[in-house]
Structure formats: C-alpha cells, structure tokens
C-alpha cells in the first residue's frame, strides 16, 4: 500500500458481500487533523449516540447551470428556492429536526440505488429519507437535501472514512462548538459537486490527537439515483496484507471495529463565537441569481440559535 501513486486505485474484499469496493482515490492525499478542532465536552452527549439531520424538499429543479452543485443545494438549504415542503421539516426534535442513528439511506430501502455496483450492502437495515415525500403523483421527489450534523469520535493515526452519495455531498470538519463555518475544514476529496450515479469518495484522515470532532455533511439530491451511506474502513489486516472492512458510523451490530458519533448536547446549536455560516453567491462561483449588486450575506452575531438552519 505504501508504494501506491497518487492516481493509484484502491481496490478492497468487502467481507461482508459478494463484491469487491472500488474507491478511486489517492491513499497519499491525507488531510491533517489538528488538535484545535476537538469539539469541547459540552457540544456533545455522550449518552445520545448518532446525528441529526434537517430535511429540505422542493418541487422544482434547482438553477442555475448544475442542479446538484453544492452551491445550489447550500442555496436550498438557505431557503433560496423558497419554504420546504412541511413533511421533510416536521422531524421530532427541537426546529423540526430528524434524529439518525446512522447514515444507510436511499429513496426506496427495498432497492437501494438500483443496485449499484458501489453501494455497499450492509447487514444494518437501508432506511428512507427521513421527511422526504416519495410519491411521484404528489412531488418531484427527486430534489430535496439534508444537512447532517455529528460529532465524531477519531482515534489517533490514520482513519479512512468513505461517503456514498448520489448525488452531491460535502464534508466539513469545524472548529470546537462549530459546526457551521463555511471556512471549516474540507478534508482531501471530501466533496462531490454535480451530478452523478451514486458513488463513493474514500477521506483520509491523519489525526494528531484522538477526540470528538464536530462534522457537517451536506447532501443534494435531484433527479435518479438517491443514495446516501457514511461509513469507515477497518484494517483487519497487516502491514503486508491490508484488509480494509467496511462499518457504518455507530454501526448497530457493534463489532468494536465501527467509528462512533454523537448528538448536540442540545438543539438549536449554539456556537460560542461569530463566524460566517453563509456567503452568497460564493466568490468565483460560475452563475449565480440575478442581482443589481453583488449579494453577500455576512451573518456575525455573537450568539445566533439555530444557526445557518432558518425556518423552512
């Protein structure tokens, strides 16, 4: 594994299925972990494993250019294509939020992503979309995003974490009780902008301390495939025989080999310090809406619940 190029392909047995995974990616691309970006004790609970998540669906295709950019799925979310539909904000926490105890999801659990070949079968059941209207007579159910808060717990060394997605995602790492910032850390190949059968992106972390680390995942869904999984690969191997296995964040058949996150302490989530949760259009971005002026939206209060999450 060491002699591997940048452009090399990592190809791993999946233990537990029939296939074998193929995450294109380049095993040297690692992005450092530092120890500043730990999550204080109290951003957390220990005793609610899992993540939340805030549902957003529209009935319309997202413009301009790319309906899955990630700069028009964070436009959703911002509520630049209007109020969601209620069904994906009427979650049981606090803001309409949804609880997950992990991340296995597709449009239709009876037949994840049509089968594809990188989706990864595991023996956790695959869930619905949680809030999403699935009935094509009622809603385009094919555009809607989800924003995914936890705080992951990272053990010193290397981690792989790997996001399935169809369509686009993107993963952040904050700073303390900040999951938010749109300047948080963007890890090596933690993004996927566009369109695109559902697919995978392997991340490879070097951690310098082990800790609880806050993690934002944001995902855009519109038009075919829906698919989301979040999941890490546990070497069970040897220096000279790698064997990396696949287990969900907070996998529920608990092998001891699976990475664990937990829920806020509390909702809304309250950074301790100002900082930009949203800057519209984003700068050198291709398109964007029409204005007279340049629209740039700089949200500093010094506390601000349920930030960067408005009303749907």
Request: proline share 9%.
């Amino acid at each position: 594994m060491k002699n591997l190029s940048i452009n090399s392909v990592i190809r791993m047995a999946a233990v537990a299925s029939a296939f074998t995974l193929t995450y294109a990616a380049s095993v040297s691309a690692q992005t450092l972990i530092t120890p500043d970006l730990k999550a204080p004790a109290g951003a957390y609970s220990l005793s609610k494993t899992g993540m939340v998540i805030r549902a957003h669906q529209i009935n319309l295709t997202r413009f301009p250019g790319e309906q899955n950019s990630i700069e028009n799925v964070a436009r959703e979310l911002s509520g630049g294509f209007g109020p969601s539909l209620s069904g994906a904000t009427n979650g049981p926490l606090t803001g309409g939020l949804w609880q997950a105890d992990y991340l296995n999801y597709a449009l239709d659990p009876n037949c994840p992503v049509d089968f594809d070949s990188q989706w990864y079968v595991f023996s956790a059941p695959t869930l619905a979309f949680p809030g999403i209207v699935t009935d094509p007579s009622a809603v385009n159910v094919s555009t809607f995003a989800c924003e995914i808060i936890t705080y992951l717990n990272l053990p010193a060394g290397t981690n792989r974490l790997v996001v399935g997605s169809g369509d686009s995602f993107r993963l952040t790492i904050g700073a303390g009780d900040n999951p938010f910032d749109i300047s948080a850390l963007q890890p090596a190949n933690g993004v996927f902008s566009g369109s695109r059968n559902y697919d995978t992106n392997l991340i490879v972390l070097n951690v310098q301390s082990a800790g609880v680390y806050p993690v934002r995942i944001v995902y855009g869904q519109g038009g075919g495939t829906a698919g989301l999984q979040f999941y890490s690969l546990a070497d069970l191997g040897s220096p000279e025989f790698p064997n990396f296995v696949p287990y969900l964040i907070n996998d529920p058949d608990r092998s001891g080999y699976e990475l664990t996150s937990y829920q806020p302490a509390a909702l809304p989530i309250t950074p301790s310090k100002a900082y930009v949760s949203l800057l519209t259009p984003l700068p050198g971005a291709a398109g964007g809406f029409i204005s007279c002026v340049p629209m740039h939206s700089f949200p500093l209060p010094s506390r601000r619940p349920t930030p960067n999450w408005p009303a749907n």
